[in-house]
């Protein structure tokens, strides 16, 4: 397997701009997890997904976000309209979990957004 | 509602020498634990987990963790640090059996010095 894969791995949009981050989970996997890394606040769990569905989306900072999972092999994450504060580095992580078998998440390489 | 801790920011220790990564965790039920390490630039990649069974798991590069259940800790050791393990670290927590997200601490970043 290739592993998560994350789209585009980099972003520079200007103010206001929709922003759309894509991410391909690894086959077999139901949880998806989206995740925001910065310099102050560290590694923050935006909202996952089991088996599609959205579990917990109370780390998504504001209405400007969202997330859609409309199949098992893809997700996106939407930002709009984008504002420099949202400037970050953007996870998507996927597991799977069987009787605590596996229960680590593997992550995708990121998605570096600038907003200018 | 769970967390992780990890009290430092920054750790330096000398080539050759142990090294003790700190980390520090809250659930309310039963822990899976996990560690990973971030290059620059890159996604982080898995280093080990404790999901049950011995307190002492071993996982990639030489490293090893120890959970403390009564001390509700989960610290990294390596015996002998290289220079290449200099990196950022990150303990995570999922709580079994309850929501099953992922929390992450702060990260911890790690310095080898020649």
């Known amino acids: 397997d290739a592993g998560v894969i994350q789209s585009p791995r980099h972003e520079v949009t200007e103010m206001g701009q929709e922003v759309t981050l894509r991410c391909k989970p690894i086959?077999?996997?139901?949880?998806l997890f989206w995740y925001r890394q910065t310099m102050m606040r560290g590694l923050e769990l935006l909202i996952y997904?089991?088996?599609?569905?959205?579990?917990?989306d109370s780390g998504m900072p504001e209405d400007r976000f969202s997330a859609k999972m409309p199949n098992a092999s893809f997700s996106t994450l939407k930002i709009q309209p984008s504002e420099p504060r949202d400037s970050a580095v953007y996870f998507c992580?996927?597991?799977?979990?069987?009787?605590?078998?596996?229960?680590?998440?593997?992550f995708g390489q990121g998605t570096r957004l600038t907003v200018v | 509602a769970q967390s992780v801790a990890q009290p430092e920011d920054q750790v330096n220790v000398a080539e050759g020498n142990p090294l003790t990564v700190k980390c520090t965790y809250s659930?309310?039920?039963?822990?899976?634990l996990f560690w990973y390490v971030q290059y620059p630039n890159r996604g982080l990649q898995f280093l080990l987990k404790?999901?049950?069974?011995?307190?002492l798991v071993k996982g990639s590069y030489g490293f090893e963790a120890e959970f403390n259940k009564s001390q509700t800790s989960f610290h990294l050791k390596k015996p002998s640090a290289l220079v290449s393990d200099s990196a950022l670290y990150f303990c995570?927590?999922?709580?079994?059996?309850?929501?099953?997200?992922?929390?992450f601490g702060k990260g911890t970043r790690l310095h080898i010095l020649p």
């Open positions: 992580a996927s597991s799977l979990t069987v009787g605590g078998v596996g229960a680590e998440a593997f």
């Open positions: 086959s077999g996997h139901d949880y």
């Open positions: 997904f089991n088996n599609n569905v959205p579990i917990d």
């Open positions: 659930v309310s039920g039963n822990p899976y």
């Open positions: 404790y999901i049950t069974g011995d307190n």
């Open positions: 995570a927590v999922r709580d079994r059996g309850r929501d099953d997200k992922i929390i």
